[in-house]
């Protein structure tokens, strides 16, 4: 037998510098974060992050975020869903016309709205699943579809408005159980905990790893990064303490981007959609039923538009016949921006996540200052295209 | 004799990996250059740094072709001094022509329009020259590997080629194709054409090659000319793998059991002509500890009955039955087919067996995500300490197992997708060419294997189109012709004449 004789390169570069390389991508995403929010603290004149600006940013974003985590599933199996800024608006739609015009009790009117959701997403990724059309035509298809039907539903005027309760998911706030002065002392221990939750788990996992052997990643990047995430959080759920605390949905936020991480990393079923985005036909000889995980993964896509639409139509305090709009095109480029790749396979939730950040915070930053939605646009393209660029030009130097 | 190429000191590394390490390597006008080492061993990097697929300044060293330095800063570079690598990924485009494929990004046109007429002729002759008795206007799709193999190198003479580079052009060639392929080759070395040649095939070195350099993990170990004295297979050997291997062969001494696989009247239908069958009323056991041989032909079907088999993964209108220790099992999917423990390794690691883009650690799993798992959740130490375990035991040579596998050169790429169905924990493991571009050593490893499965009472069957691999390795031999199997003999019985004349016999029309 050989023994491994082709590691001693490794060593003699140094290991930090390695590490940089092939991870340039997860750092650099975080780096572009922070830099844009640096950026625009200081050309707004330290508005980005005043509390009640950055509490509106986390409002304004969340059914982006909500729908981008769902839209990464779908890009690392392979596909793409363009139906979900029509879905969203239907469902809103649908929630306004159960609760508004039928009086129907908003919890009951909102899970019968997730299960209409997750049953559009199910009957596209049969289509895509079990027919092979390619996902592009059945959403393509489906957003016409959908933004008709919401017309039909709310008969081209708005509706609205919603009952106080169901309007507080979306702009509501966790109550304060420490009755705090100027200060959410409840969003704060909850940011310090989930922080210290962060560390511990991180500290437990390279322990781990430790034990079995050289851990990848250098100890002062270790300690770094769990610095800098620990610090931003409780930073910022600070800021966000100094005014009304953490809002409903910035909760609701937290637990589907812990669940939905957990699930693609830490499961089976996470690595069975890497491994069919990655190459169906191996996937599919390995023993994994692709066709029912894609119909899964856009199953779950459906019911993630769906609680956006519930979510965005809570915070307009009414359902439009525009709501949506354009918004897939939002959530698509969340996901790319993360560094998810178009051939399917590539991709985490985090960065997803991370992207549909950049993307509001720029949006927030430029309304700020008051740049046109012309400019806007051109500016958020751009850096699509560069986030992209920059992707492709990793992956060739890695190669 | 003058040098038409000379390469001195190249040094390549990776992330990881040091793939090239000072390596020389002299071609002398109008010979055949063999060159040969390990999986991993440096070849493809090799001739990636001479074609121009690594630019210049991403090497260290120096390439002097013809006398004068060169710098390549791509492949169309290298092309326009007349270097051609032929990789052994082909580069066709299924859905064109052969003509098309020829001249692509190189058509005979007057200001842009394609001038057709002189397009066919031109290929007409150029197929005449590597002699493939097809129409230009043959859609590439349509023809055998083989043949598609001599439409790259008639593509390659359409461009005033003085060196081609063949990295293991007949690892997926049954042995008459091979033949017409070197035949080629030293028909061109008439012509004043010298070539480099990458294989693992070590007869066909010693049949045509004038001189052969040895690479071992990334350092040349020698160069043998066989003009000057007898090269024999063994002495390539010894410097391959740094000792000499007395067998190529591990011994085997069968301990044959009850009949634990049978497959009775199985027949599949073409997936889109589905007048077409492929699989004929095929019937065969395996017994436990058993290692069972199917010899045919390219094209014979062989692939097509293995995946039929596992999972329904092939074909249309499949009938017959599946028998596990007596008991009828369903296959009817490739998830049960793998519960039932039949597994299926298969001939095309980069399409069917690998997902590319992830690491040794991803792929070894996947075809048992429940071993590394606690009910649904993935044991990170568990799967690492898995891959560790295949990557050892397989020898895979790689910076760690964090590797992505595209990475990978071919032959360990091949090993990891045996990992994957080992860790399966198959009882009935189907295995399809499984040591294609796999080298000498590596091979011995994987007959140990083989071995090893089947004395631990599992049966084992191996589709081959190297006859003596087969004659090595096997207990019992089934010959396939045209989707039917035609005859069925002991080892100890069998010859490669015998099972030749077989397959002649039977199919009239010599394939
Ligand atoms: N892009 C890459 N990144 C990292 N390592 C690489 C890359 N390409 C090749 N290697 C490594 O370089 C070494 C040499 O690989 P190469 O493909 O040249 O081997 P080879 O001699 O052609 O083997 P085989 O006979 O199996 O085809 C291997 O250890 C391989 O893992
Ligand atoms: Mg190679």
């Known amino acids: ?399 | 004799m003058t040098a038409i190429l000379e390469m001195k000191g190249i040094t390549k590394t990776f992330p990881g990996v040091n793939a090239l390490d000072n390596v020389n390597l002299t071609v002398e006008q109008g010979e055949i250059h063999a060159l040969v080492g390990e999986n991993g061993a440096g070849k493809s990097t090799l001739m990636k740094v001479l074609s121009g697929v690594y630019p210049h300044g991403e090497y260290e060293g120096q390439i002097f072709f013809e006398g004068e330095e060169k710098r390549f800063g791509n492949i169309a570079d290298s092309e326009r001094d007349g270097i051609i690598i032929i990789h052994q990924e082909l580069a066709l485009v299924p859905l064109l022509s052969i003509a098309e494929n020829i001249f692509l990004g190189n058509e005979r046109a007057g200001r842009g329009i394609i001038d057709w007429s002189e397009t066919y002729r031109r290929t007409e002759e150029l197929l005449k020259r590597v002699s493939l008795k097809e129409s230009p206007r043959t859609r590439v799709t349509h023809l055998g590997l083989g043949k598609q193999q001599l439409v790259e190198i008639a593509k390659a003479l359409s461009k005033e080629v003085k060196l081609l580079i063949l990295d293991e052009p007949t690892s997926s060639l049954n042995e008459k194709d091979s033949q017409a392929l070197l035949d080629l080759l030293v028909d061109l070395k008439g012509k004043g054409v010298s070539s480099i040649l990458i294989s693992h095939k070590l007869n066909e070195i010693s049949q045509v090659a004038d001189r052969i350099t040895v690479l071992r993990d990334g350092a040349t170990v020698s160069t043998l000319d066989c003009q000057k004295q007898e090269i024999s297979e063994d002495d390539i050997v010894r410097d391959m793998v740094g000792r000499s291997l007395s067998d190529r062969f591990p011994p085997r001494q069968p301990n044959i059991g009850e009949p634990l696989f049978e497959v009775r009247n199985w027949s599949a239908f073409h997936p889109i002509h589905s007048d077409r069958q492929i699989v004929k009323n095929v019937n065969f056991h395996v017994r436990a500890g058993e290692v069972v041989g199917i010899a045919g032909l390219m094209g014979a079907g062989r692939t097509e009955l293995a995946m039929s088999l596992f999972g329904k993964s092939y074909g249309d209108k499949i009938s017959g039955e599946v028998r596990l220790r007596g008991k009828s099992v369903d296959v009817s999917s490739v998830h049960k087919a793998i519960k039932a423990g039949i597994c299926y390794a298969t001939e095309d690691r980069k399409t069917y067996g690998l997902v590319l883009d992830q690491s040794i650690r991803g792929n070894v799993p996947l075809a048992n995500l429940k071993g590394i798992a606690n009910g649904i959740v993935v044991d990170n130490h568990q799967e690492r300490s898995v891959a560790e375990q295949y990557r050892s035991r397989m020898s895979i040579k790689s910076s760690g197992i964090a590797q992505k596998t595209v990475n990978l050169s071919g032959g360990n790429q091949q090993k990891v997708v045996l990992s994957k169905w080992l860790y399966a924990g198959p009882e009935v493991l189907i295995l399809d060419e499984p040591t294609r571009g796999i080298d000498v050593g590596a091979k011995y490893e994987i007959y140990s294997i083989i071995n090893d499965l089947a004395a631990a009472g599992k049966a084992i069957v191996v589709i081959s189109s190297e006859m003596p691999e087969l004659l090595g390795i096997s207990d019992r031999i089934y010959v396939m012709n045209e989707g039917a199997f035609i005859g069925e003999m002991p080892v100890a019985e069998a010859s490669q004449e015998k099972i030749m004349s077989m397959i002649l016999k039977k199919g009239g029309k010599a394939a």
């Open chain 1, 1 to 399: 037998m050989t023994d491994i004789p082709a590691q001693k390169a490794e060593t003699e570069r140094p290991p930090a510098l390695q590490f940089l390389r092939t991870h340039m991508r997860e750092y650099g995403i975080l780096f572009a974060l922070i830099a844009i929010m640096v950026f625009f603290q200081f050309s707004t004149e330290g508005i980005l992050l005043r509390p009640v600006n950055l509490t509106n940013l986390v409002l304004q974003n969340s059914y982006i975020v909500i729908m981008a985590v769902g839209m990464l599933m779908v890009i690392v199996c392979g596909h793409i869903d363009l139906s979900v800024g029509s879905v969203m608006g239907f469902v809103g739609a649908l929630s306004a016309v159960l609760m508004v015009n039928f009086g129907i009790h908003y919890i009951p009117a909102a899970i019968i709205c997730l299960i209409v959701g997750a049953a559009i997403g199910a009957i596209q990724g049969y289509w895509i699943a079990y027919w092979k059309i390619p996902s592009f035509i059945v959403t393509l298809a489906g957003m016409l579809v959908f933004k008709g039907s919401m017309m039909v539903l709310l008969k081209g005027q708005s509706v609205g408005p919603f009952p106080n309760e169901f309007r507080a998911i979306s702009s509501g706030f966790i109550p304060d159980f420490f009755a705090g002065e100027s200060l959410h002392i409840t969003s704060l221990l909850l940011g310090v905990a989930v922080a210290t939750l962060l560390v511990f788990l991180s500290i437990r996992a390279r322990q781990k790893e430790q034990k079995h052997g050289v851990p990848e990643e250098p100890f002062f990047f270790f300690v770094g990064r769990n610095i800098l995430v620990a610090a931003a959080i409780v930073y910022l759920t600070y800021l966000l303490a100094t005014a009304r605390g953490l809002p409903n949905v910035f909760i609701v936020m937290a637990i589907l981007i812990a669940g939905y991480s957990f699930i693609a990393k830490q499961t089976t079923i996470g690595r069975r959609i890497y491994a069919v985005g990655g190459n169906q036909k191996a996937a599919k000889l390995s023993g994994i039923n692709a066709e029912r995980l894609t119909f899964l993964v856009f199953a779950n896509m459906g019911m993630l538009a769906a609680l956006a639409g519930l979510v965005f139509a809570a915070r307009l305090n009414m359902a439009t016949p525009k709501a949506g709009e354009t918004f897939e095109l939002d959530v698509i480029a969340a996901v790319f921006i993360g560094g998810a790749s178009m051939a399917g396979g590539v991709g985490t939730v985090v960065g997803a996540v991370v992207g549909a950040f950049i993307m509001g915070v720029m949006n927030n930053g430029m309304s700020i200052m008051g740049i046109g939605i012309d400019w806007q646009q051109m500016i958020k393209g751009l850096v699509l295209l560069a986030a992209v660029i920059f992707d492709v030009y990793n992956k060739n130097k890695a190669a």
